[in-house]
């Protein structure tokens, strides 16, 4: 009816010269789901866009952004499928206590996409920097994976299961719209540090090998470089040290 009325309202004004607006609840409800759902996709290239240039900085590699990118926007389609299915379709409806089926919240997509962004590089960062870190040093790619697995999985492990509480918390409660919230964030830090993070990222890197860490030499002297690991601190002890060592010896 909002739209219909819409519709007319350029007729109306030309042949009755009366303009004729709709407002209300239900007219306020779709402005707000149109105008975010046209937001929606700039938002995920501008943060997609942004996380790719970062974590090519950091990490100075080309494969391991793209991974990262990747594995959040498959964190993000399974979320979203798993709100679809539950509170729009009604499934397992009993088991989150969801009295009935009904739409999805139309801020929910948008504040889901920049939560589940901001967890998914912290995990990426403590996981990745760690195999970085002693890929640097031993060059063997394959170590490098055992050793951010061995050092950084239990990070990722005890941060995604506090978040996965707290916000788990919330499907308890009897508001449908924070039900639906808690639901989508618990869900998609569940899918994202143990099944993007700690299973897919991994086999990934495994199977990459050192190509993972390939970064052309021309785009290596574009990039600056953020030294996360401190490996130019470490440098610059062992230079002092090994000049120490000399002018003793002299």
């Given at each position: 009816?909002?739209?219909?009325?819409?519709?007319?309202?350029?007729?109306?004004?030309?042949?009755d010269h009366v303009e004729v607006?709709?407002?209300?609840?239900?007219?306020?409800?779709?402005?707000?789901?149109?105008?975010?759902?046209?937001?929606?996709?700039?938002?995920?290239?501008?943060i997609v866009g942004l996380a790719?240039?970062?974590?090519?900085?950091?990490?100075?590699?080309?494969?391991?952004?793209?991974?990262?990118?990747?594995?959040?926007?498959?964190?993000?389609?399974?979320?979203?499928?798993?709100?679809?299915?539950?509170?729009?379709?009604?499934?397992?409806?009993?088991?989150?206590?969801?009295?009935?089926?009904?739409?999805?919240?139309?801020?929910?997509?948008?504040?889901?996409a920049g939560i589940l962004f901001?967890?998914?590089?912290?995990?990426?960062?403590?996981?990745?920097?760690?195999?970085?870190?002693?890929?640097?040093?031993?060059?063997?790619?394959?170590?490098?994976?055992?050793?951010?697995?061995?050092?950084?999985?239990?990070?990722?492990?005890?941060?995604?299961?506090?978040?996965?509480?707290?916000?788990?918390?919330?499907?308890?409660?009897?508001?449908?719209?924070?039900?639906?919230?808690?639901?989508?964030?618990?869900?998609?830090?569940?899918?994202?540090?143990?099944?993007?993070?700690?299973?897919?990222?991994?086999?990934?890197?495994?199977?990459?090998?050192?190509?993972?860490?390939?970064?052309?030499?021309?785009?290596?002297?574009?990039?600056?470089?953020?030294?996360?690991?401190?490996?130019?601190?470490?440098?610059?002890?062992?230079?002092?040290?090994?000049?120490?060592?000399?002018?003793?010896?002299?």
């Amino acid at each position: 009816m909002v739209h219909m009325i819409r519709d007319k309202a350029a007729e109306f004004k030309q042949q009755d010269h009366v303009e004729v607006m709709v407002t209300g609840s239900t007219a306020v409800n779709i402005d707000i789901s149109e105008k975010l759902n046209e937001a929606l996709p700039k938002f995920a290239a501008l943060i997609v866009g942004l996380a790719l240039i970062l974590l090519m900085m950091v990490f100075r590699s080309i494969f391991v952004p793209i991974k990262a990118v990747l594995g959040y926007l498959l964190t993000l389609t399974a979320t979203l499928g798993f709100v679809v299915f539950v509170v729009q379709d009604g499934n397992l409806a009993k088991l989150f206590d969801i009295p009935a089926a009904g739409p999805v919240l139309n801020f929910l997509p948008i504040l889901t996409a920049g939560i589940l962004f901001g967890l998914a590089m912290d995990y990426e960062v403590f996981l990745v920097s760690r195999m970085r870190e002693e890929f640097t040093h031993s060059g063997n790619a394959k170590k490098a994976v055992l050793s951010g697995l061995k050092h950084s999985g239990s990070v990722v492990t005890a941060a995604g299961l506090i978040m996965i509480a707290v916000f788990a918390s919330f499907i308890f409660v009897e508001d449908v719209m924070i039900k639906s919230m808690g639901l989508a964030l618990s869900f998609g830090i569940l899918f994202d540090a143990f099944i993007v993070r700690l299973t897919i990222v991994p086999a990934v890197m495994t199977l990459m090998g050192s190509s993972a860490w390939y970064l052309p030499k021309w785009l290596g002297r574009i990039l600056p470089n953020i030294d996360v690991e401190g490996e130019s601190i470490e440098k610059n002890e062992s230079e002092v040290k090994e000049r120490n060592r000399l002018v003793e010896s002299n």
